[in-house]
């Protein structure tokens, strides 16, 4: 399916571009056509840094990113490089304890902090309490006078922050804010936000618990941990994503789940499982038929099996890989020559989705003959593999029972 992002730039006085803030979108009509803060902020996230690429997005520079009171008393901002984002706190967030008990937390921890639409209000003590923890003041020119801005000013000189004029849509406008003194410019005037679109394979097991509930044992078993993973395609392809995003400095190709765990870590593992089941407990929507997953799993298991019998034990993992992501295209609707450009798997495995003649193409079209009824193929695939055509129908029987499991015991209704 498509998912979308708004990036809009973030301005200089000298007119560079020094950040940028994502937005959410929807669709491609640029526009926030409303929706609950959590899921919006989530579904940012996670487009921008899994499915997108926040080096792509962000061209080094950081991204101010919205987080309602919720995600930030979840600490939901650390599980992401301060040098990456600007937590940028909205104006409907009262500064509670516990707010600001995080805010203090955040900035030792290196990150920047943004107050969005701020309205200062001298006899209110909350317009005070977030002032020290705060690096830059979003103003909204529109809804704010000159005399207005000036009291902010004013008041808070004592602090070192830095002020952004956002909704800047006309020179006067932009000139204004230059006299009064403010650092960042942000508006229609200078650059519309831009939508960027991506694709994303939408979550269809609820198997979020179940890894933390593994992840948070003090010894965690990596096996079990990627047999989880590997029966979940989303979580697959999105692990293969992140571990290919150059802020893990991927040396080798991902040989299977299991390898993609150990050079992530368990930690950052930990984090991304966290981002994307609260994005996926705003929203379980079953976007891809589900035979189509069904498909994928049974043609996984089905890969695996035969490789066994064909005295391939030892690569297993990527004939399970080869049998999960030979419907990659369709689920995205993408090429698959576009599909594999992002995932860091082995060569073999992508030269066999293609379409190449390997011995991993080779079970994937037993495993495709037996699926689609083609029984002279069928026959012909067997012999060249050395394999008993029984053995092929019972394995066949063994991955469409294991397949229905799964569904039985993890599927959403």
């Known amino acids: 399916m498509e998912v979308f992002v708004a990036r809009q730039p973030i301005f200089s006085l000298s007119k560079d571009v020094v950040a940028y803030e994502l937005l959410y979108r929807q669709s491609q009509e640029n526009r926030f056509l409303g929706i609950d803060g959590d899921k919006a902020t989530a579904d940012v996230l996670v487009n921008s840094f899994l499915n997108i690429g926040i080096e792509k997005l962000s061209e080094g520079k950081p991204c101010f990113i919205n987080f309602t009171d919720k995600l930030l008393i979840q600490r939901f901002p650390i599980y992401f490089n301060p040098n990456h984002i600007v937590i940028e706190i909205l104006e409907t967030v009262k500064p509670t304890e516990e707010i600001i008990a995080t805010c203090k937390e955040l900035k030792q921890l290196g990150y920047r902090i943004a107050l969005d639409d701020y309205d200062f209000l001298e006899n209110n003590i909350d317009s005070y309490k977030l002032l020290p923890y705060a690096d830059i003041i979003k103003v909204d020119f529109l809804n704010t006078t000159v005399a207005q801005r000036k009291r902010m000013f004013e008041s808070i000189r004592a602090y070192p922050i830095k002020w952004l004029a956002e909704k800047i849509e006309d020179k006067e406008t932009f000139q204004q804010a230059v006299k009064e003194g403010f650092t960042y410019f942000q508006g229609y005037l200078l650059s519309k936000p831009k939508v960027i679109k991506a694709h994303d394979v939408p979550a269809y097991f609820r198997t979020y618990y179940e890894l933390i509930h593994h992840l948070s044992k003090k010894e965690p078993q990596i096996d079990h941990i990627s047999q989880i993973i590997e029966q979940d395609l989303s979580l697959s392809y999105k692990l293969l994503k992140l571990i290919n995003s150059p802020a893990y400095r991927r040396r080798s190709a991902i040989k299977s789940i299991r390898h993609a765990i150990v050079l992530l870590g368990l930690n950052e593992l930990q984090k991304w499982v966290y981002v994307l089941m609260i994005r996926e407990q705003q929203s379980m929507k079953k976007e891809i038929p589900e035979e189509i997953f069904k498909i994928c799993l049974t043609r996984a298991k089905m890969c695996e099996s035969i490789a066994d019998k064909i005295g391939q034990k030892h690569n297993e993992s990527s004939f399970f890989l080869a049998g999960m992501f030979s419907l990659m295209d369709v689920i995205l609707q993408i090429p698959m020559e576009q599909v594999l450009l992002d995932l860091p798997i082995l060569e073999e495995l992508k030269h066999a989705l293609r379409g190449g003649d390997n011995l991993l193409k080779q079970v994937l079209d037993l495993s495709l ?40 015991l993890k599927i959403v209704s």
């Open 369 to 408: 003959s037996i699926e689609q009824a083609l029984w002279t193929q069928l026959s012909n695939h067997a012999s060249k593999l050395s394999i008993e055509e029984s053995d092929v129908f019972h394995a066949y029987v063994e991955s469409i029972e294991w397949a229905n499991d799964l569904f039985e």
